[in-house]
C-alpha cells in the first residue's frame, strides 16, 4: 500500500458498536483506546488477558469468550482484528470487507483496509501519525511532535472563538531558555501577549504576525503605565475572548505583583493561571557563581528590593541578603545595613544584565561598593548579594577567599563576556 493510497480521517465513534478480534496485549490496547473514544466495545477470544478481563468485569466492554464467527461483524462500525494469527485474521478483514465494514488487520498492514496511527494528546489537540505502516517510526515522530507542542516549539494557539483567560508567565532572568516549558507553551497559544521589560523578549519576536504585544514595562521610578492599568488591560482583553499571557522577568510571585493581577482577574470572573518562574534572585547571582546559601556560609536568605527598609533582615555575613532592582539607593541600603551592625568588610557583589551577552560582575565590601558601582556606571537591571556567600564566586579576588572556603569550585558563569570590578 503505498502512502498515496492514504486518505487520512478521524472517526467518531461515541455510542457507535465495534468489533475487536483477539485477547492479548494487541487486542487490549486497541480496545482500551476504543473506550476511550466512547465506542461500545465487544471483544471475541477464547482468553482475555487480565486487563480485558478486568474492562468486562467493570462493564465497560463485553467479551465473548469463544472462537470468531462471520456474523460478529454484522451492525458494526468498525473493526479491529489482532488475534496473532494471520489466517484468523485474514478472515476477520475478509468479512469485515464484505460488509463494507472498516477493518484493521494487525497481522498485516501491507493489506490492511486501515492504519491505526501512534496517536498523543497534547491540550485538547490529538495528533496521529502514519509512517508507511512502521509503528516504530511513527511513534518516534508522534512523540518529536508532542514534545515540540508541550515546549511551545509548534503553535498550539486556538484559531476559533474560545473562552479568554490570562496566564502569569515567569519568563525567568532573561535567557530565551530558562523559561518553563508550560511558559513556552502558553506563549505560543496567546492571542494577546502583556509584556514587561525584563524576561524572555527575544520570544517575542517568534510570535505569530498577527498576536498582539503590550508593552507595560516599568523602570525604577518610572511607570509609563501603572499597575491598576495594567490590571485592566488584562481583564478587558480576557473578557473580549483573548487568551492573554502576562509575560514577566523572574517569577510573578516574588516582587512581581503576580499576586495583585490574579486578585484582579478572579474578581472580574476572569481564569487565570499562574506560571512560576526561575527568580532572578537566585538564578542571577548563580550566572556569576554566587550561591545564595552555602555550607558552612550562609543557611538562608533575605530577598528585598532597594526600596524597602533593611532594618528587619538579619544584619550577618551569614545571612544572605538579595536586592533586586537597588541600584538606586545602594549607598542608603549600604549604610542602613552598616547602621544595623553588619561589618565594613562583608563582601558584596553586583551582577548586572544576568544571563545576557553584556552581563557585568562587580565585587566589593559593604564599605567600598558604592563608589566602586558610581565609578563603573552599574546600573539596573541588576541583582546585588551581600554576605560570606560571595567568596565562593570565581569572580571574587584572591583575597577574598580563606583556606576553608577556597575548594569549593563553583559552576562556571554562563557567559564569557563578564568584566569582573573589583576594590
Known sequence: MAIQDIYPTALRLLGRPVLVVGGGRVAARRAKGLL??????????????????????????????????????DGVWFVQTATGDPAVDTRVAADAEAQRVWCVNASDHESSAAWTPAVA??????????????????????????TALESGDLPLRRRR????????????????????????RLLGQADVV?????????????????????????????????????????????????????LKGGDPYVLGRGGEEAEFCR????????VSGVTSAISVPAAAGIPVTHRGLAKGFSVVTGH???SEVPARPDHTVVLLMGVGQLRESASALGKAGLPGDTPIGIVENGYLPDQRVTIGTLGTIADQAEAA??????????????RVS??????????????????????????????
Do not use: C
Not at 42 to 66: F, H, M, S, Y
Not at 165 to 176: E, I, K, Q, R
Open 308 to 310: 524597602e527598609e533593611l
Open 267 to 274: 474578581r472580574h470572573g476572569v481564569e487565570v493561571e499562574v
Open 194 to 246: 502583556v509584556a514587561d521589560r525584563l524576561g524572555p523578549r527575544e520570544l517575542l519576536n517568534e510570535l505569530a504576525p498577527d498576536v498582539r504585544v503590550i508593552e507595560v514595562g516599568k523602570t525604577p521610578g518610572h511607570h509609563p503605565v501603572p499597575q491598576a492599568e495594567i490590571n485592566r488591560i488584562l481583564v478587558d482583553e480576557a473578557l473580549q475572548g483573548h487568551r492573554v499571557v502576562r
Open 121 to 146: 494528546e497534547v491540550d485538547d489537540v490529538k495528533i496521529a501519525v502514519n509512517a508507511g505502516g512502521d509503528p516504530r517510526r511513527a511513534m518516534a515522530l508522534r512523540d518529536a511532535v508532542a
Open 377 to 390: 556606571g552599574v546600573a539596573n537591571p541588576a541583582v546585588i548579594v551581600i554576605g560570606d556567600v560571595v
Open 161 to 184: 472563538a474560545h473562552r479568554g483567560s490570562v496566564a502569569l508567565v515567569g519568563g525567568g532572568p532573561g535567557d530565551t531558555g530558562l523559561i518553563t516549558v508550560r511558559g513556552r
Open 36 to 73: 476511550d473514544a466512547g465506542a461500545r466495545v465487544t471483544v471475541v477470544a477464547p482468553e482475555a488477558t487480565p486487563a480485558l478481563r478486568e474492562l468486562a468485569d467493570a462493564g465497560l466492554l463485553t467479551w465473548e469468550p469463544r472462537i470468531y464467527r462471520s456474523d460478529d461483524v
Open 394 to 423: 570565581p569572580f571574587a579576588p584572591s583575597h577574598f577567599k580563606t583556606a576553608d572556603y577556597s575548594t569549593t569550585s563553583p559552576n562556571k558563569p554562563r557567559t564569557s563576556t563578564t568584566r569582573v570590578l573589583t576594590p
